[in-house]
């Protein structure tokens, strides 16, 4: 069994942290630009892509600061994926930090497949 490797790549988003929260913090947010549609019960999302669906569970969120997942399929390890906003103290440029795991020789395929989600949720948004 491979080790998933945990990466993190932050994005530098023209955005309010409010307005950007609602894109990653909501299902309907999430729907305009990460999935086909997102539906949630309390803690348990699903995720629903090309009539296929996947679940995951939020393990913490601070509304308008960030959000964790876990995707229910990976029981015996502890990856998750989080989207966490973080704005410079002296120049007010807010940043999207995605946190993720993927499998060694995965690795690069994983960081391009949220490069370009995010240039989605940039174009969704108009924060270019």
């Not at 569970?57 to 960030?66: A, F, I, S, T």
């Not at 229910?72 to 989080?82: A, C, P, Q, R």
């Given at each position: 069994?491979?080790?998933?490797?945990?990466?993190?790549?932050?994005?530098?988003?023209?955005?309010?942290?409010?307005?950007?929260?609602?894109?990653?913090?909501?299902?309907?947010?999430?729907?305009?630009?990460?999935?086909?549609?997102?539906?949630s019960?309390?803690?348990?999302?699903?995720?629903?892509?090309?009539?296929?669906?996947?679940k995951a569970?939020?393990?913490?969120?601070?509304?308008?600061?960030?959000i964790?997942?876990?995707?229910?399929?990976?029981?015996?390890?502890?990856?998750?994926?989080?989207?966490?906003?973080?704005?410079?103290?002296?120049?007010?440029?807010?940043s999207?930090?995605?946190?993720?795991?993927?499998?060694?020789?995965?690795?690069?395929?994983?960081?391009m497949?949220?490069?370009?989600?995010?240039?989605e949720?940039?174009?969704?948004i108009?924060?270019?």
């Open positions: 069994m491979l080790t998933k490797i945990k990466f993190e790549i932050e994005f530098p988003i023209h955005a309010s942290p409010h307005m950007l929260y609602q894109y990653f913090g909501t299902p309907s947010g999430l729907s305009e630009w990460f999935a086909d549609n997102v539906n019960r309390g803690e348990m999302y699903t995720f629903i892509w090309d009539g296929s669906e996947e569970k939020v393990l913490q969120e601070r509304p308008g600061e960030k964790k997942f876990k995707w229910l399929e990976d029981v015996n390890d502890k990856t998750y994926f989080e989207f966490r906003i973080e704005v410079d103290e002296i120049t007010k440029d807010v999207l930090i995605v946190t993720d795991f993927a499998d060694e020789d995965e690795l690069e395929e994983s960081k497949f949220w490069k370009n989600q995010i240039e949720l940039k174009h969704t108009g924060a270019y």
